[in-house]
């Protein structure tokens, strides 16, 4: 049977990096809220079937592309993760949570699963990446029995793959994968003490530092969808027979 796969790379939007008040100045980084669809096309699919997604953060759309199976592009739109997560004027602090709510809809006109990947990383004061901060310290408050699948497998501290375990019916939206974000507060308390005369004066380790997280979603439609994950992701899924819901092997 012959398929089709469309991928769309999301370019990169702002991060809110790590500041101020605990490291000294403050640093931009970067984040991507990336979209990728795949439409898998079975000689017994409907036509003029379209599929398509939207990632929400706390409740408002942050990226979406819907694609139609007559090859065209609808409804695409892009935006900025964590752009409002600070009050105005407010400095990013280590060791504070942070309300952070990432979840998914389904903005196309067929029922989907869907698959998010988070990867969280680090930047030096050069904007180079850096592997001597663990990702561990980028801490994501993931909501267990919100319907998420956590495939262990595929995730690394840096790299958190998720699973939506319930078919979405076009316009719905699954439950909120996290609900917070917070940055360890050991990345402040790295500090060495210089004395120039009678002024101490304080170096912090990781001033300049910044965090990024990236978001990559995925949509299979729900038709043949074992056949259809395990072409597009590669994974081995079970899905019932009704195709409202899928559990890893």
Same mark, same amino acid.
């Given at each position: ?7 769309? %790379? ?5 991060? /809110? #990096? ?40 706390? #409740? ?12 065209? +592009? ?11 997560? /600070? ?6 602090? %280590? ?26 990383? +680090?930047?030096?004061?050069? #904007? ?6 663990? %990702? ?11 319907? +998420?699948?956590? !495939?262990?497998?595929?995730?690394? %501290? ?12 076009? #316009?719905?939206?699954?439950? !909120? ?55 597009? +992701? ?16």
């Amino acid at each position: 049977m012959r398929k089709k796969r469309r991928s769309f %790379p999301k370019k990169s939007a702002l991060l /809110l #990096g790590v500041s101020a008040i605990l490291l000294i100045g403050s640093s931009i980084g970067s984040t991507r809220a990336a979209l990728t669809y795949y439409s898998e096309d079975y000689a017994a699919q409907v036509d003029m079937s379209s599929i398509g997604v939207t990632l929400l953060e706390n #409740g408002e759309a942050v990226s979406s592309r819907d694609y139609t199976e007559d090859g065209a +592009w609808t409804g695409e739109s892009e935006g900025v993760l964590l752009e409002n997560l /600070l009050g105005e004027g407010e400095k990013f602090t %280590p060791g504070k949570t942070y309300d952070e709510e990432i979840s998914v809809q389904n903005s196309g006109n067929i029922d989907t699963f869907v698959r998010v990947i988070l990867t969280k990383s +680090w930047k030096d004061d050069g #904007g180079a990446k850096d592997t001597t901060l663990s %990702p561990d310290l980028i801490e994501l408050g993931l909501n267990e029995g919100s319907g +998420w699948i956590q !495939a262990d497998v595929e995730s690394s %501290p840096e790299r958190v793959v998720l699973y939506y375990s319930r078919a979405l019916a076009p #316009g719905e939206s699954t439950e !909120a994968l996290c609900d917070s974000i917070r940055i360890d507060e050991s990345i402040a308390q790295d500090v060495e003490e210089v004395r120039e005369g009678n002024t101490i004066r304080y170096i912090y380790k990781y001033d300049g530092y910044s965090f990024a997280l990236d978001a990559e979603v995925d949509a299979v439609q729900t038709h043949n969808a074992e056949d259809a994950i395990k072409s597009a +992701w590669g994974v081995d899924v079970t899905v019932s027979d009704d195709e409202t819901t899928l559990s890893l092997q």
